[in-house]
C-alpha cells in the first residue's frame, strides 16, 4: 500500500518534506520506520516471515513487526498501529519499550533503494502464538524460537539466507536488550 511518509535528511531530521512511500524508495529517500521485537517470558523470540509477494526479502525470516511511519504520525502510533495490522494484537503505548533507531541503507535494485531510520522497540508477549492473527497480504508465517537458538544463528553467521541481512550490529543490540530485561 503506497502512503505519504515524512522525508528525512541523511541525519534521521524531519525535512517538512513529504512523499508517496513509492517515491521515496525509487529516488532513495531517508524516511523512517517501526520495529517491533516480540519476547516471552520464557526467553523465545517472536519472528514474521515476510509475504510471498513482498518486493524485498520475500520469504525470510525478520523482525515480529515493522512498518513505515506516515506523514505527521507519531512513532509510538505508528508502532501500536503495526502491531494491531500485522499480528491482530492491541497493545498500549506502556507495553513498548524503545530501544534506539538504527540507520539503514539497502540498495535492492536502480528502481528500490531504502534508506532509513528504523526505530526499534521492545514488547513482551503475553498472548499464546495462536492467538495471533497475521496480517495475510504482508505475513507468511509467525513462529516463537529460543533466544539462544536465534543468538546462535545471527552471531554463529549461520542460515544467514534464512533471515532478512540487518546489519549484525542491530541483530546483537535487540538481542542484548532482550536479554537484560528477562534477568
Known amino acids: 500500500m503506497d ?3 515524512d ?3 541523511s541525519a534521521g531530521n524531519i525535512t517538512g518534506k513529504t512523499e508517496l512511500k513509492s517515491y521515496a524508495h525509487r529516488m532513495g529517500l531517508f524516511h523512517a520506520t517501526v520495529h517491533i521485537w516480540f519476547y ?4 523465545k523470540i517472536l519472528l514474521q516471515q515476510r509475504g510471498k509477494e513482498k518486493d524485498t526479502y520475500p520469504l525470510l525470516w525478520d523482525v515480529s513487526v515493522a512498518g513505515h511511519i506516515g506523514s505527521e504520525e507519531q512513532i509510538n502510533f ?15 503505548e506502556n507495553d513498548i519499550e524503545k530501544i534506539g533507531v538504527f540507520k539503514s541503507i539497502q540498495k535492492h535494485h ?20 495462536d492467538q495471533l492473527k497475521k496480517q495475510e497480504s504482508e505475513v507468511e508465517a509467525l513462529k516463537l524460537i529460543s533466544l539462544n537458538q536465534f543468538s ?3 552471531w554463529g553467521m549461520a542460515n544467514l539466507k534464512k533471515y532478512v541481512p540487518h546489519d549484525i550490529s542491530y541483530y546483537i543490540t535487540v538481542i542484548k536488550a532482550i536479554k537484560k530485561r528477562l534477568g
Do not use: P, Y
Request: proline letters at 0%; aromatic letters at 6%; a negative charge.
Open 3 to 5: 502512503e505519504l511518509i
Open 40 to 43: 516471552t517470558w520464557d526467553a
Open 152 to 154: 546462535e544463528e545471527i
Open 110 to 129: 536502480a528502481d528500490l533503494i531504502d534508506c532509513e531510520f528504523h526505530h526499534v522497540f521492545l514488547c513482551k508477549l503475553k498472548v499464546s502464538l
Open 7 to 9: 522525508i528525512l535528511d
Open 78 to 92: 505508528a508502532a501500536m498501529r503495526e502491531v494491531e495490522e500485522e499480528i491482530g494484537l492491541s497493545i498500549s
